[in-house]
C-alpha cells in the first residue's frame, strides 16, 4: 500500500515525485517506456528557466537524477486501468495490481504523425512538432507547416514573424480554423497555401532540405524546399485507462489544484486540459498536484 502512485515519467511525473519524497509520502512512480517522457526526444531546448540551452534528453536526465537521489521508486509498467475501491486506488498494471491511497496521473500527450518517409529521420533535425518550442531555430528560414486546424494556423503565423517564408500544406482546399484565424493567415504576406497537397517526404542529409508533396486533384508531385517542417496535425493525450472527465478531446479536466472529478486522483501535465503544453507548464502542475496529494494521504485514514 502506497500514499501516492505516480503514473508517467515525465518532467510532470518527476516533479511530483521530487515533491512526495520531499514530503516523505511513501511513492512510486510508473512508466511504460522511457523515464523523461516526449520531451527527452527534443534536440535543444531554450525556454525552460535557468537553461539557456539544452537538449531535452540532458534536461530530463537531471530531472531523473534529482528525484532517484530523493530515493524516489521508478519502476517499468504499463498501466491499464484505475479503480476505485472503498477510497483505495487499485492501478491496474500488466504485471499485477498496486495499491494507493493517492494517484497522480501524469502521462502526457503523443502528437499526431503523418507516417511519411523522413519524419522520423529527422526528428529533432528539422522536423517538429511545437513550433513554440522550436520555431526560434528557424528564424530567417523556410519551412513547412502541415494542418489546417486551429493550431496549425496559430502556429503558422507564430512562425511567421519568424519564418522567411511558412509554407501550410493541407489536405483539404479550405481551412478547418475559426474565421479570424483564417483571416489572419490568409493575409500574412509571407505565408503561401498548398491547398489540396499532402506531404510524401521529408528530404535531407544531416538536416531537413526540402519535402516532397503530391496534389490531390491532379496527382502531380513538386518539391519545395526548406529548412524545417512543423507536423501539426493534432495531439493524442494518454488517458484512456482514467474514468475521469474529458474534455472533447480526451484530456482531462482539472481545477487549479489538479483535482480530477474523482477525489484522489490529480492529473498533471500534458494530459490535462490546459491552455499551454510545456515543461515549466508541466512541472507547476506536477509540484501542485504532490502538494495537494499529500494533505490528501494525511487526511485518508481520518473519520
Known amino acids: 500500500m502506497y500514499d501516492l502512485i505516480i503514473i508517467g515519467g515525465g518532467p510532470a511525473g518527476l516533479t511530483s515525485g521530487i515533491y512526495a519524497q520531499r514530503a516523505r509520502l511513501k511513492t512510486v512512480l510508473l512508466e511504460r517506456e522511457m523515464v523523461g517522457g516526449q520531451i527527452a526526444m527534443s534536440h535543444v531546448i531554450e525556454n525552460y528557466p535557468g537553461f539557456p540551452s539544452i537538449s531535452g534528453m540532458e534536461l530530463m536526465q537531471k530531472f531523473e ?143 531537413v532540405t526540402g519535402v516532397r508533396l503530391k496534389d490531390l486533384k491532379t496527382n502531380d508531385e513538386k518539391e519545395v524546399a526548406a529548412e524545417g517542417v512543423f507536423v501539426l496535425v493534432g495531439i493524442n493525450p494518454t488517458t484512456d485507462f482514467v474514468d475521469a472527465e474529458k474534455d472533447g478531446r480526451g484530456f482531462i479536466k482539472t481545477n487549479d489544484r489538479m483535482e480530477t472529478s474523482i477525489p484522489g486522483i490529480y492529473a498533471a501535465g500534458d494530459c490535462r486540459a490546459k491552455p499551454l503544453l510545456q515543461v515549466s507548464t508541466a512541472v507547476g502542475d506536477g509540484a501542485v498536484a504532490a502538494f495537494v496529494a499529500q494533505s490528501y494521504t494525511e487526511d485518508f485514514d481520518r473519520p
Open 65 to 207: 537524477e534529482h528525484a532517484r537521489g530523493l530515493g524516489l521508486e521508478i519502476r517499468t509498467a504499463g498501466v491499464e486501468d484505475i479503480a476505485v475501491e472503498d477510497r483505495v486506488k487499485v492501478v491496474k498494471t500488466v504485471d499485477g495490481d498496486m495499491r494507493a491511497k493517492a494517484v497522480i496521473v501524469a502521462t502526457g500527450a503523443k502528437p499526431k504523425r503523418i507516417g511519411v518517409a523522413g519524419e522520423k529521420e529527422f526528428l529533432g533535425k528539422g522536423v517538429s512538432y511545437c513550433a513554440t518550442c522550436d520555431g526560434p531555430f528557424f528564424r530567417g528560414r523556410r519551412v513547412v507547416v502541415v494542418g489546417g486546424g486551429d493550431t496549425a494556423i496559430k502556429e503558422a503565423v507564430y512562425l511567421s514573424k519568424l519564418a522567411e517564408k511558412v509554407y501550410v500544406v493541407h489536405r483539404r482546399d479550405s481551412l478547418r480554423a475559426e474565421k479570424i484565424l483564417q483571416e489572419r493567415a490568409l493575409s500574412t504576406p509571407n505565408m503561401e497555401f498548398f491547398w489540396s497537397h499532402i506531404m510524401k517526404e521529408i528530404r535531407g542529409a544531416m538536416g
